[in-house]
Structures are given as C-alpha cells and as structure tokens.
C-alpha cells in the first residue's frame, strides 16, 4: 500500500531499579502483534541520557517524516497505562545513565513552558475503558520531569503536537508484556482513528473560524 501511515513507537532502556523497563518490553511484544496492514510500524528503544534524546529524535522525525509518533516510559508509581497530555520544558534537575543533567535544567532555551498533544487524551482514554480490553486507563498532565518528560517536550516541538506520550507500570505490577503489548495496540490505534476524523473535520472546517481552546 503506497499510502501506509507510519508511526514510530519507542520504549526506554532500563535504569536506576527498573534492571527491566517494561516500556521497551511493553513495545517489542506490540511490534510482534502490529498495527495491521495500513500501518508502518518503526520501534526504537531509546538511551535513558538528554544528550541522547537530543541527537535522536530529530533523525527520526526527519528520516522517517511518521504521522504519529508514540514514546512508551516506565512509571514506577503508575497503576494503569497512562496517557500523558502534555511536555514540560524546565525543572530536569534529576542525573540521567550518564550522570548528566542539562545545566540549563530545560529543553529548550526559549521554548514555551508547556506543549500539549493535538490529541484529546480524555477522549482517548474513555474510548479504550469503554472498550473492555481488560487493561485500566487513566490521564496525567505531569510527566515526571525526567527523560519521559524531556522526550515528550522534544517529540512534541518537532512534530508540532502529533506525539503521544504513554506511561506504563512496572511488569506485572499489574499486567504481563502480553497485556501491555495488546493495551499499547489498542491505544495507537485509536489515536489513529482520532487523527483521522480531525483530518476529516478539518477539511470539513476549513473555511469557519474555529475558537481556541484555552488551556
């Protein structure tokens, strides 16, 4: 199909207690079940280091040019797979995998405080809790403040918004990597499907003054 969408997912390396990040197990079992014919899915696992995060994510955002692109952490407080709403730029005060932290303790020097996702993650999680998939869903506006956060920020300034950012707990605190695996599967897909119909919508309403939300 000329026309697949691509979509990259990624998962981090493990750190500090999680010797298993279950957000790069969580990720591998869903690049093993798939999107389905109409995606290309691209998964990368990605260094627990600012520097890192820095170099990468440009080189995928330009080389692979994704619809969408969904970063998977891991939350060692986290009790059901969360959806995060926003990036945050300051307060990276915290050392990662190679005792760096940025000395400006920000993202981006003069970027905005705050960048939210185009997508409504309230619609998104009601969608899948309704949905029965067996695996519970929440939203969160604070992604922590750590390499989580950073990614979110960064993804989201370089796709301008198209970036999800999805919190997953520590393996089988509750759910197993097969549950995982299936509850990220349903979540990119309805993120998918909210993509689309804003397109859809869009195009219909594209000659009307459409009202900001404030956030």
Known sequence: MANKKKVIVTGFEPFGE?????????VQELERLSLG????LHVCEVPVEYQAVQSLLPSLWKEHQPQLVVHVGVSGLATTVTLEQCGHNTGYKRRDNCSFCPASQCCMESGPDCI??????????????????????????????YLCDY???????LGQGRSAFIHVPPLGKPYSSQELGRALQAVVQEMLKQLGEDHKHSEHCNHTHQPQHDH
């Open 18 to 26: 999680h010797a298993v990040n279950s957000s790069w197990v969580a």
């Open 37 to 40: 014919d109409a995606v290309d």
């Open 116 to 145: 939210h996702s185009v997508l409504d993650m309230e619609t998104v999680c009601k969608r899948l809790n309704d949905s029965g998939c067996g695996v519970s869903f929440s939203v969160s506006k604070d992604a922590g403040r």
């Open 151 to 157: 990614t979110y920020y960064t993804s989201l300034h």
